[in-house]
C-alpha cells in the first residue's frame, strides 16, 4: 500500500518539478535579456547608438564592458545574439535613428518553448525556436 501511494505520488509531483525547473529556466534568460538591456542601454547613452553586432554565442565586444564579468551569450543549449542597426535619421517605420535585436535561439531546447511564450508581450516575439526583443534608440 505504502509502494502505491508514493508512486501515486511521484506521478503527480514530477511532472510539476520539471515545468517548475522549465520555469526557472526560462526566467534565468529572461533576467539575462534584462542584464543585456540595461548594458545596451547604457551603452548608447555613452555612445549615441547601440553596441556593434555578434553571432550566436559571441558577447558584442563593446558590450561586454557593460555586463557582470564572465557574462556568456551560451549556456544549456541556449544561445543569444544581438544585432543592432543604425539609420540615416528617424524617417522610418520605427521612427528611430539605432535599433537593436536580442535574439535568444532555444533550438535545441525546445522544451523551454512553452515556459518561453509566457514572457511573450510588447517588442518581445516568440516562436516555438527563437525569442526576438526589440530596442530603439
Known sequence: VTVMIVGILAGVALPNLRSALLDAQASRIVSDQRTVSLAAYEYLAENGTFPGSSGYGIVPPQMAPY???NFSFAHDGVT????????PNANNVWQTRTMA???INYANRRDLAP?????????????STLFYFLYRG
Open 67 to 69: 555586463l557582470p564579468d
Open 80 to 87: 543569444y545574439a544581438w544585432f543592432s542597426f543604425n539609420f
Open 101 to 103: 535585436l536580442f535574439v
Open 115 to 127: 515556459s518561453m511564450q509566457g514572457h511573450a508581450g510588447p517588442d518581445r516575439y516568440w516562436s
